[in-house]
C-alpha cells in the first residue's frame, strides 16, 4: 500500500540512478535504502520525500552517496544559463564560472550552453 501511495517517489529514484539497497514496507512504514551519484541526486531524493505530507511517519529512508569530488551533474534545460544554474545549486549566482571551469572539456563559452549537455556542479 505504501509502495503505491510513493510510487512517484519510487520513480524518481530511478530516475536519479539511486542504487537501492531495498525498498521494502516494514512495520507501518516505506523503508528506503540506497546510493545517489553525488550529493546533487541525495538532495533531489529527500526533497522529493518532504513534499508529502505524512512523510515522517510513512518513510525511512538511508541515503548516501557514492562520490564526493563534486556537487553533481545537471542537464542543461531550455532556458537555463549558467548563473541560474550556479544560483540555484550554488547559492550564488556570481559562481557561474565555477561551473564554466569545471566544464571546459564541453564548453568553450560561459554564454553558450545547450539543451541536454551535461554539466558538472562543484562542490558548494
Do not use: C, H
Request: glycine share 6%.
Amino acid at each position: 500500500m505504501l509502495k503505491e501511495k510513493y510510487q512517484e517517489l519510487i520513480d524518481l529514484g530511478k530516475e536519479i540512478n539511486l542504487k537501492a539497497e531495498y525498498v521494502k514496507e516494514e512495520d507501518g512504514k516505506l523503508k528506503i535504502k540506497g546510493t545517489t551519484p553525488y550529493q546533487l541526486e541525495k538532495n533531489i531524493f529527500w526533497d522529493k520525500i518532504k513534499s508529502f505530507s505524512n512523510w515522517k511517519d510513512e518513510i525511512s529512508a538511508d541515503i548516501r552517496i557514492a562520490s564526493e569530488d563534486i556537487y553533481g551533474i545537471y542537464e542543461v534545460k531550455s532556458g537555463d544559463t549558467l548563473s541560474k544554474i550556479s544560483k540555484k545549486y550554488l547559492g550564488d549566482p556570481m559562481r557561474y564560472n565555477d561551473i564554466f571551469k569545471l566544464n571546459t572539456d564541453i564548453l568553450k563559452n560561459p554564454d553558450m550552453i545547450k539543451v541536454g549537455q551535461k554539466l558538472k556542479i562543484p562542490n558548494k
